[in-house]
């Protein structure tokens, strides 16, 4: 069936550096790659999302790449604070289902 | 609260007992879904209702059973339950159609004894 397969599970790095989380979709048909930020205790938010129909999309510190021929995208934090720490969540979509399939998750730590 | 809230947010009940979490949206949304959050394992979608209609059932056990009323409610009925369903249970909205953000809610944990 259809997965999404996310690395690394856990990733330190010290403030300041780049943190760069990568997910890898089996299904060729899905569109739509969302991200989601969950801190302990808290819902799951989006943070940063990216259709099929571009390669790159930035926000701020946030930015997330897509490589529809490879099937992989990945989620690229610069300049990391501790707020970011946090367990993030790659998924990937297609129109027409409403499935999300979601990676396992990366706990980032960013070190002060 | 405005968005998605969940109630009740912690739930402690016996393998027998009968029990149902709810779910309410606040924003217009016309898709509602549960999902399971266990530790270690991704997001499990569980049910997924489009206006009102369930449009998604991954091979849940019969002993959760969903129920939406209206667009705006989603509830999990759950009976006869084992503990390894002990688990953190996500309710989120979002537009229906061409995928879009998922808002999720605070969640209810779970646990079975």
């Known amino acids: 069936g259809e997965n999404v397969e996310q690395h690394p599970s856990t990733l330190s790095v010290q403030e300041g550096d780049s943190a760069v989380i990568k997910c890898t979709y089996s299904d060729s048909a899905s569109n739509y790659f969302p991200w989601y930020k969950q801190e302990l205790g808290k819902r799951p938010q989006l943070i940063i999302d990216?259709?099929?129909?571009?390669g790159e999309k930035k926000d701020q510190r946030i930015a997330v790449t897509l490589n529809k021929t490879a099937k992989h995208f990945s989620l690229h934090i610069t300049e990391t604070q501790p707020e970011d720490s946090a367990v993030y969540f790659c998924?990937?979509?297609?129109?027409?289902?409403?499935?999300?399939?979601f990676g396992t998750g990366t706990r980032l730590k960013v070190l002060a | 609260e405005t968005g998605v809230t969940q109630t009740p947010r912690h739930l402690v009940m016996g393998m027998t007992n009968k029990k149902s979490l709810k779910c309410e949206q606040h924003?217009?949304?016309?898709?509602m879904y549960w999902y399971k959050q266990s530790a270690k394992k991704p997001l499990e979608l569980m049910f997924v209702y489009s206006l009102e209609e369930r449009v998604e059932n991954n091979s849940v056990p019969s002993r959760f059973s969903p129920e939406c009323p209206n667009s705006s409610h989603l509830f999990l009925h759950l009976h006869t339950l084992q503990p390894e369903d002990s688990a953190l249970y996500l309710c989120?909205?979002?537009?229906?159609?061409?995928?879009?953000?998922?808002?999720f809610g605070p969640g209810t944990r779970l646990t079975v004894t």
């Open positions: 990216i259709r099929s129909n571009v």
């Open positions: 989120a909205s979002s537009q229906g159609g061409f995928p879009y953000e998922q808002y």
């Open positions: 924003l217009g949304h016309n898709a």
């Open positions: 998924a990937a979509s297609t129109s027409g289902t409403y499935k999300y399939i």
